[in-house]
């Protein structure tokens, strides 16, 4: 069983910025970022296709998140800049190599144990 590895995680100021990494299970994988706060349900919070041509943000994050993948590195990305503490949450790659519609609904057939996010006000 492939397990996806997330790192990056931290604590920041609100304000701040942090950029997550997640070595992907191969480059024909369509990646996404998930999240988690205490008391929600988990969240897609971007996604991207194997090629990198195509991305997805959910609305609350629009403009101050960048999903992006190299793809000689097998690595995702999610750098998040202005951060809020509405953002603090544990968040999680995941990858499945069905489309990216797929990914953004959440069936993904791989996932990391997530890395923590915790934004100071």
């Known amino acids: 069983q492939v397990q996806l590895v997330e790192s990056g995680g931290g604590l920041v100021q609100a304000g701040g910025s942090l950029r997550l990494s997640c070595v992907a299970p191969?480059?024909?994988?369509?990646m996404g970022w998930f999240r988690q706060a205490p008391g929600k349900e988990r969240e897609i919070v971007a996604a991207?296709?194997?090629?990198?041509?195509?991305?997805y943000y959910t609305d609350s994050v629009k403009g101050r998140f960048t999903i992006s993948r190299d793809n000689a590195k097998n690595t995702v990305y999610l750098q998040m800049n202005s951060l809020k503490p509405e953002d603090m949450a544990v968040y999680y790659c995941?990858?499945?190599?069905?489309?990216?519609?797929?990914?953004?609904?959440?069936?993904?057939?791989?996932w990391g144990q997530g890395t923590q996010v915790i934004v100071s006000s």
């Open positions: 995941a990858a499945d190599s069905g489309t990216l519609s797929t990914v953004v609904a959440g069936f993904c057939g791989y």
């Open positions: 191969g480059r024909t994988f369509n």
């Open positions: 991207i296709s194997w090629s990198g041509g195509t991305t």
